[in-house]
C-alpha cells in the first residue's frame, strides 16, 4: 500500500536502527511530544532496540489526556439535561469524570452519541431542531479546523439549537513550559508531525534559539520516527540545535493557510488550565465574541464545579515526562485500561495506555 | 374455536401485508400463510413441511455436534452478505471447524412490527441459498413479532447439528512448539464491510464481507489427511482473539509475524483510517489452523484448491510460552505482545 509500506520497511527500520546506534555517543532524553508518536515507538518496539542510546520520553500530546476535569464534568452535567444531546470523539466517553464518565451517562438514559467530524454534530443538529446539540470540542491544533468550521457551518446556517464546548489546546505553550522548567531533562523534541501539518514550524524558530533544543518535525510510522530520532541524535552529537523538517510529505513551514485562516476567524488564544500541568499561559483557544452564541458555557452558564482527582494519579508527572507510566505504583494494578485512573490511561494517544497495550510485562514489575 | 377466530381476525387478509404486523406472530391465519408463503416455500424440505412441533431427524452412527448463535447484525444487508447468509453460516461454520460435516440447523426469527415482507422474503431467499451452498437443511423454526422498538427490524437465531467426523482435531490443548498457525484468506473483512455500510462510510472500493461456508475447506484438509491440530473461525474479537485462546488453553506462546498477515487492501486502508488492527477485526468465513510444521505445505496445498481458501497463507508459530501469550512482529523486528482489546471496537456486527 502506497505511503505505508515503505515507511514500515524492516530493512529501512533495522538500517536506522544500527545508525542511531552508531551515531549516539551517549544516552539522549528525546521527548515525543504527541501519544500517536507515543504508541507508534511501543506498538514497534522502538523504544526497547534503542535502549541504552535514548531515552525516550512521552510529552504531554494527548488532548483527551489534558482535557482538565472540569470540562468533563461540565459535558457531563450538560449529557444528564433531558432534551440536551451531547456529541463527542469516542475517545471522550470513557474518560473518567469527578463521580462518573460519559459513557455512564449514556448507560443511565443520557443522550450521548459520538461522531467522527464535528460536521456530523451539525447535521445532527439541523435536524432535530428541538434538541439542543453540544459538541465537545477537544484536541490540538489538527482538530481545530474542523471545529472552526463546524461554528461557521452553524452559523450559515443560522442553527440556533447548537453549540461547541471548547476545551482546545495548543501544544508550543506547553513544549515552552516543559523546556523552561528548572526540572527539565529533555534534550531534544520530535515535534507532533499531524500537529505541524496544520499550524506548520515557522514558530518553532523562536523556540530553539530561546530554549537551545532541537526540534524534529517527525511522523507516526516506524520509519518516520525513526528518522527523526536520528536526525535529533545527530544535531545532540553535534552541539546543534535546529528545526528540521523530517516529515515533509505532509507538513509544510507554514502549515495549512486555508486551515489556519478559519481558525483564526473563529477562535482566540486564552489561557488555560491543562489536567495534571496546571493553568499554561496561551495553552488554550476559545469561542471569538462574534461567535459567542456559540458558546455552551454561556448559553447553559456553567456553574463553578467541585471538582476531585484521585490523588493516586500520577498523570501530571506522566504527561510531563517526569515518570514513565510504569512507574506509578497504580499502573496496570489499580489503575487499568477497565478501571482508568486517569485520562492517560484511557485514550487511544495516553502514554499509560500504550504502556499497558504494548510494554513488556518485566517493565511493569521491575 | 379455530374457525371462528379466523373470521374475527381484526386483520384483512390481503392489502396489509406489505409489511409485518403483530397479527403475523399470534398463531392466527396470517401466521399460517406467512409461515407456508414465506418460509416454508423458500426453505421447505421434508422434515420441515411436516410443520410439526419439532422435526424427527433419522439416527447417526457416530457422534453429533450440535452448536447455537444468534444474530443481530445491523443494517441487515452489507457488502458480501445479509443476516440470512450469515446465519447460516456462521452457524455452519462452528459446526465444521469442530470437526463435523454440518447437516441439519434450526431458524428462529424475532421480526420486529413494520419489516416490509420484501425484506423478508429477500433475507428468507438468501437463508435458502445459504444453506444449499452448505449444504444443511432448515428442519424446524420458530417466528416472532414484537412491537416496533421492542427490536431491531430482524434477529435470528439459528442451531446447527452435525455428524462428528473421525479423526477430529485433538483441540488447542494438544498445539506444540514450531507448529504453524495458517490464515484460511485475507482477514479483517466482516468486521470492516458491516463498519463501513453502518457508518456510511464511503471507501471505494467498499470493504466486502468474507461470510461464506467453510464446509469444503474443512473437508479439502480431511481429504489430504492433514493432522490438523484445532481449527477455529476468527469471529468476533478476529484472528487474534483466536490466538489468545489457544495460548491461554496451551499454556504456549502464538508468535505473529505481521507482515505474513493476509490482509485486503481495501480492508487495510479502511482500519489504518480508523486506527483499527486487522488483527482483531472480525472474519465470518475465514479460520485459523494449527498443523505440525511437517504437515503445513499439505495443508496450504489442500486450503488453495478450494476457492474459500484460495489465499490461505502461514502467519504464526507456537513458541515455548515467553514473556506474553501472544507476541507480534513487526517492521521494527522487535517482539511485542499482542493486545486484547477490552470490548469489540465494532458492536452488532453479526
Not at chain 1, 152 to 180: C, I, K, T, W, Y
Not at chain 1, 319 to 330: A, H, M, Q
Not at chain 2, 53 to 80: E, Y
Request: with cysteine; aromatic share 6%; charged share 20%.
Amino acid at each position: 500500500m502506497k505511503y505505508l509500506d515503505e515507511y514500515r520497511d524492516p530493512e529501512q527500520c533495522r538500517r536506522l536502527l544500527a545508525e542511531v546506534r552508531r551515531t549516539a555517543t551517549q544516552q539522549w532524553s528525546i521527548m515525543e511530544v504527541c501519544g500517536g508518536q507515543t504508541h507508534g515507538l511501543l506498538r514497534y518496539g522502538i523504544d526497547q532496540q534503542l535502549d541504552g542510546c535514548v531515552r525516550l520520553i512521552h510529552g504531554p500530546g494527548c488532548p483527551v489526556c489534558v482535557t482538565p476535569l472540569e470540562a468533563i464534568d461540565f459535558a457531563i452535567e450538560l449529557a444528564r439535561r433531558p432534551g440536551l444531546m451531547l456529541a463527542s470523539f469516542g475517545d471522550m466517553l470513557r474518560v473518567p469524570g469527578s463521580r462518573e464518565s460519559l459513557l455512564a451517562v449514556r448507560g443511565a438514559g443520557g443522550e450521548v452519541r459520538i461522531v467522527y467530524s464535528p460536521l456530523d454534530a451539525v447535521r445532527v443538529a439541523q435536524q432535530n431542531p428541538d434538541r439542543e446539540v453540544v459538541f465537545f470540542a477537544v484536541g490540538f491544533e489538527t482538530t481545530t479546523p474542523a471545529t472552526a468550521l463546524s461554528v461557521q457551518q452553524a452559523d450559515r446556517l443560522g442553527l440556533d439549537n447548537f453549540s461547541l464546548l471548547v476545551s482546545h489546546v495548543r501544544v508550543q505553550p506547553a513544549m515552552e513550559q516543559l523546556a523552561a522548567s528548572p526540572d527539565n531533562r529533555v534534550q531534544g523534541f520530535l515535534a507532533a508531525g499531524h500537529v505541524c501539518t496544520v499550524a506548520g514550524f515557522e514558530s518553532y524558530e523562536q523556540f530553539v534559539r530561546e530554549y537551545r533544543l532541537p526540534v524534529v518535525v517527525t511522523g507516526f510510522e516506524p520509519v518516520d520516527l525513526l528518522v527523526g530520532i536520528l536526525e535529533c541524535v545527530r544535531q545532540l552529537e553535534r552541539g546543534e540545535c535546529r528545526v528540521v523538517n523530517c516529515y515533509e510529505r505532509s507538513v509544510a513551514a507554514a502549515g495549512n493557510r486555508a486551515a489556519l485562516a478559519v481558525v483564526d476567524d473563529v477562535y482566540e488564544i486564552c489561557d488555560r488550565p491543562w489536567r495534571g500541568m496546571g493553568v499554561i499561559p496561551g495553552g488554550g483557544l476559545r469561542l471569538r465574541a462574534k461567535y459567542a452564541a456559540f458558546d455552551a458555557t454561556k448559553k447553559f452558564g456553567q456553574a463553578p464545579l467541585q471538582v476531585s482527582e484521585p490523588p493516586e494519579c500520577r498523570s501530571g508527572d506522566v504527561l510531563t515526562g517526569r515518570i514513565k507510566p510504569t512507574e506509578c505504583e497504580c499502573f496496570g494494578t489499580r489503575c487499568t485500561p477497565e478501571t482508568p485512573l486517569g485520562a492517560p490511561m484511557v485514550s487511544a494517544e495516553g502514554a499509560c495506555a500504550a504502556y499497558h497495550r504494548y510494554a513488556l510485562p518485566t517493565a511493569a514489575t521491575p | 374455536m379455530s374457525e371462528r377466530l379466523e373470521l374475527s381476525c381484526p386483520v384483512p387478509d390481503s392489502g396489509a401485508a406489505e409489511q409485518i404486523l403483530l397479527a403475523h406472530g399470534e398463531g392466527g391465519r396470517l401466521m399460517r400463510r406467512l409461515i407456508r408463503t414465506r418460509l416454508v416455500e423458500r426453505l421447505g424440505n421434508k422434515y420441515l413441511d411436516a410443520l410439526g412441533d419439532a422435526a424427527v431427524l433419522p439416527a447417526c452412527d457416530g457422534p453429533l455436534v450440535m452448536t447455537t448463535d444468534s444474530f443481530v447484525v445491523s443494517p441487515l444487508f452489507f457488502p458480501g452478505g445479509d443476516i440470512g447468509s450469515l446465519a447460516v453460516y456462521g452457524t455452519v461454520n462452528d459446526l465444521a471447524v469442530a470437526g463435523a460435516r454440518p447437516r441439519w440447523i434450526s431458524l428462529a426469527l424475532v421480526i420486529e412490527e413494520g419489516l416490509p415482507l420484501a425484506t423478508l422474503d429477500s433475507i428468507v431467499s438468501s437463508i435458502a441459498a445459504a444453506a444449499q451452498r452448505a449444504g444443511v437443511q432448515v428442519v424446524t423454526g420458530d417466528t416472532k413479532v414484537v412491537p416496533r422498538g421492542a427490536a431491531d427490524r430482524l434477529f435470528i437465531n439459528t442451531t446447527g447439528v452435525g455428524k462428528l467426523i473421525e479423526p477430529a482435531p485433538a483441540g488447542p490443548a494438544s498445539l506444540a512448539v514450531d507448529d504453524v498457525l495458517i490464515a484460511s484468506g485475507p482477514v479483517g473483512r466482516h468486521g470492516m464491510a458491516v463498519m463501513a455500510a453502518r457508518e456510511g462510510f464511503d471507501f471505494d472500493p467498499p470493504p466486502t464481507s468474507d461470510s461464506a461456508p467453510l464446509v469444503e475447506a474443512v473437508e479439502s484438509l480431511r481429504a489430504a489427511r492433514v493432522p490438523v491440530r484445532a481449527m477455529r473461525d476468527a469471529t468476533r474479537g478476529g484472528v487474534a482473539a483466536v490466538l489468545h485462546e489457544w495460548a491461554e488453553a496451551s499454556g504456549k506462546t502464538m508468535s505473529i509475524d505481521e507482515g505474513q498477515l493476509p490482509v485486503a487492501p481495501e480492508v487495510r486502508g479502511a482500519c489504518e483510517l480508523l486506527g483499527l488492527d486487522p488483527i482483531h477485526v472480525a472474519c465470518e468465513g475465514t479460520m485459523v489452523i494449527a498443523v505440525p510444521p511437517a504437515a503445513s505445505a499439505d495443508a496450504l496445498a489442500a486450503l488453495r484448491r478450494v476457492p474459500v481458501a484460495a489465499a490461505a497463507t502461514a502467519f504464526a508459530r507456537v513458541q515455548e510460552r515467553g514473556f506474553a501469550t501472544v507476541v507480534v512482529t513487526r517492521a521494527a523486528g522487535q517482539q511485542i505482545p499482542l493486545d486484547e482489546p477490552l470490548g469489540a471496537p465494532l458492536p452488532r456486527i453479526c
